[in-house]
């Protein structure tokens, strides 16, 4: 059953994103990404849904109304805590960190706009519908506040284009952090 994320099931869901997820976020750790989700928790007009089925974390989706300024919002919400991680990973990362401050400048991600921020399916229960429904609950939030379309950016190595294209989203721009391309797709609330 698709239900609204609790703090009860911040770690579990992490789990899940950690594992079926590869990317910056993920390469922040644990300890980032709940604290990530739990600001996120917290934001209005942002919307975190799980698939849960006998205490389990099946999926797992985010929206949010206008990506603009997130990242300095959502370590605004934690200074201590985020710097603290953030130096960690500066000692022993500093690669990471480059990583970071250029995605935290990638004029994309200062825009105004409604963007679907992660789907994520254990892949146990892929191709069985779980993505779409989903997918399809962030687009009746969407919805509810007028919007019109949103959009996705996704690792390109990521094998997910097939989904996004049944889905009915169109890919419009590349963009690279460091080596790293990401993908633009664009979705059309009908
Ligand atoms: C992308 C993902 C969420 C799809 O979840 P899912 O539950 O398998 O998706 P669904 O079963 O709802 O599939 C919806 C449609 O997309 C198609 N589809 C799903 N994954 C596909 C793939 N990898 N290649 C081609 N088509 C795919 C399905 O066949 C289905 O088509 P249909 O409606 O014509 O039958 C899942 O594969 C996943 O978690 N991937 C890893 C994380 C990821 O890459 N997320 C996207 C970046 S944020």
Request: charged fraction near 25%; charge should be positive.
């Amino acid at each position: 059953m698709i239900q609204k994320l609790t703090h009860q099931d911040i770690d579990k869901a992490v789990k899940l994103y950690r594992r079926e997820l590869p990317g910056l976020l993920a390469e922040l750790g644990t300890g980032f990404l709940k604290k990530f989700y739990k600001v996120l928790l917290s934001l209005p007009d942002c919307w975190v849904f799980v698939e849960k089925e006998d205490e389990q974390i099946l999926g797992l989706t985010s929206g949010i109304l206008s990506v603009g300024g997130l990242y300095k919002t959502i370590f605004l919400r934690d200074i201590l805590g985020f710097t603290s991680i953030f130096l960690g990973i500066f000692i022993t990362r500093p690669v990471l960190l480059i990583k970071i401050i250029q995605m935290m400048l990638y004029p994309g991600f200062k825009s105004d706009i409604p963007e679907l921020l992660t789907i994520v399916v254990d892949p146990r229960y892929r191709r069985k519908g779980m993505g779409r429904k989903l997918f399809m609950k962030i687009v009746a939030e969407f919805k509810k506040k007028g919007v019109k379309e949103f959009r996705i950016s996704v690792y390109d190595y990521l094998p997910s284009y097939g989904f996004y294209q049944k889905i009915g989203c169109q890919k419009k721009t590349s963009f690279y952090i460091g080596r790293q391309k990401i993908n633009y797709y664009l979705y059309k609330i009908k």
